[in-house]
């Protein structure tokens, strides 16, 4: 009995060695989640520049042509989680092409809601403005206005944009013609 037991000591030994050393894993390293994207905050004032182009003719056809100007905007704007909301002044002026006798200056008062996408802020507005025809023909009425935009974030403090801008009114400063003035902007924003 005593030769089985030193054999079955021998083999397990020998059994152990072949199989080399044990080698004990490290303990396991534990990686922080990375951080998730952070949204965007579109709330606060801003103040910028805009590049127009648009049409302008009574809503008849009997007149129409081109028209180019520049703007400037004020505004703030709320940003509710999902949607933004907000106000802006603007102030834009241009020539006609058509009418090189004429230029057009218009004050803007606008309500903004939009989608927070992020970096990216489409919207839609309504509001109203100050429409007056300068030069050799002298006109001038309040027209409500409305359109689509969108802003793009490139820094937290610049936002550039595009927006699409409908400015029309009926009977026009009581002159028997139906106005409708389109613009398409190119707009830089700083924000605070």
Do not use: H
């Amino acid at each position: 009995m005593r030769n089985v037991l030193i054999a079955t000591l021998m083999l397990s030994a020998s059994a152990a060695q072949a199989g080399g050393p044990v080698v004990v894993a490290d303990d396991p390293v534990v990686v922080a989640p990375a951080e998730a994207a952070v949204d965007y905050d579109w709330t606060g004032f801003y103040v910028g520049l805009s590049a127009i182009t648009g049409t302008f003719s009574d809503d008849g056809g009997l007149t129409s042509g081109g028209t180019s100007g520049y703007g400037l905007q004020a505004g703030y704007l709320r940003d509710l989680g999902k949607f933004v909301v907000g106000g802006e002044l603007a102030y834009a002026q241009g020539d006609y092409d058509a009418f090189p006798a004429n230029d057009w200056t218009s004050t803007r008062l606008k309500l903004i809601g939009g989608f927070d996408a992020g970096r990216v802020l489409p919207y839609g507005f309504v509001g109203m403005s100050k429409y007056d025809v300068g030069g050799a023909s002298q006109f001038s009425d309040n027209v409500t206005i409305y359109g689509l935009g969108a802003k793009f974030a490139v820094s937290p403090k610049i936002a550039v944009g595009l927006e699409y801008l409908v400015e029309n009114k009926s009977n026009f400063d009581n002159a028997g013609f139906d106005m409708e003035n389109s613009e398409l902007s190119l707009r830089l924003d700083y924000r605070f």
